[in-house]
């Protein structure tokens, strides 16, 4: 059954329900900064910077009232449409992206698969099944531009580590990905499985890799194996989940972002993580788009961030 849209009123009440404690789900209001002139984003600067034709922005999430939230889903977000993105496509300068389902819907694509008719060939998507899903399901989302399956177990969900081989196996033909967001030990102790997959694996957010001991921590050392063989890719998204040093710097992701390039260039990626919906207080995304190119360095490694690595990876 579809919500009726949100109005304003809505809107307050939700918010102020979670400032009183009052719910089990969470949800996250969008930013009301006085000088942010775009949606569930801060600040109201535009990249000014040239970009290279066809950048992409590798993992950004819409949340669309028309369709319900998944039973017992916690993070809630209040709408994030196709329409408020673009707003952000044109702050960035970016022309690409790719849709991921966020845990809100569950293994419900329908808000991906509606945005992504919505998007046209620019875009593609990552979806969310588990293990009942049927061949001819995974067929039609691909023929929707779906090209991998996303495992956010970091922050529970309604899938499992034991799911990804055999579904791996299933979409194998069709050039798809598995995409993980695990804990550090969840993903260390599912290293053997990840590293047999038959097709590449996608760490969200930099494989969430501790920022203090980034470099010499045993997670680092299997991502960058992974990407170093061709196995696996990284997306350098969500730079505010782990930063202690916060914004504008992030100077504590400087070293660890820098050292994934340098490990694998061809195996890095970049996501806006855009409406951040782990956020109360919406970043700056032009901003954070500005570190990822100091981070990069050079207009080869910035076009392979966001061009080719990208082009390889979603099939575009």
């Known amino acids: 059954m579809q919500r009726a849209p949100q109005t304003r009123r809505d809107f307050l009440r939700r918010a102020s329900a979670l400032a009183a404690g009052i719910g089990a789900a969470t949800c996250v209001p969008a930013a009301m900064a006085a ?69 809100a819907y569950g293994i419900d694509n329908r808000c991906s698969l509606d945005a992504l008719v919505q998007l046209g060939a620019t875009a593609r ?8 899903v049927s061949d001819a399901e995974l067929n039609r989302l691909d023929k929707a531009g779906i090209k991998g399956l996303r495992f956010n ?11 990804i081989e055999p579904l791996a196996r299933r979409v194998a033909h069709l050039g798809w990905h598995m995409q993980v967001n695990m804990s550090n030990d969840e993903l260390l102790a ?17 494989a969430r890799i501790p920022l203090q001991d980034s470099t010499s921590h045993p997670v680092y050392a ?10 696996a890719c990284i997306k350098l998204s969500g730079a505010y989940l782990a930063s202690k040093a916060g ?11 820098r050292a994934l390039i ?7 990626i970049w996501g806006s993580d855009w409406p951040h919906p782990t956020e109360h207080h919406k970043p700056d995304d032009a901003l954070l788009f500005k570190r ?9 490694l910035l076009n392979a961030l966001l061009v080719d690595n990208p082009a390889r990876l979603y099939h575009f």
């Open 35 to 103: 000088d942010s002139s775009f949606p569930h984003s801060s600040g109201s600067e535009r990249v000014t910077a040239k970009l290279p034709a066809h950048a992409c922005d590798c993992h950004m999430h819409v949340y669309d009232d028309r369709f319900p939230w998944a039973p017992g889903a916690k993070l809630l977000h209040p709408p994030a449409t196709v329409a408020m993105y673009r707003d952000i496509q044109q702050r960035l300068g970016t022309t690409r992206n790719v849709v991921v389902t966020p845990s």
């Open 247 to 257: 914004a504008p710097s992030y100077s504590d992701v400087a070293p660890l972002a």
């Open 222 to 231: 299997f991502v960058t194996g992974l990407m170093k063989a061709g196995k």
């Open 153 to 163: 177990l970091a922050i529970g969900s309604v899938t499992t580590a034991a799911m």
């Open 292 to 300: 990822m190119t100091e981070w990069a360095g050079s207009d080869e």
């Open 262 to 268: 340098q490990a694998a260039p061809t195996q890095v």
């Open 125 to 132: 998507g990552v979806a969310v099944v588990d293990a009942n």
């Open 190 to 206: 599912n290293r053997d499985m990840l590293s047999r997959l038959p097709v590449p694996v996608v760490f969200d957010h930099f």
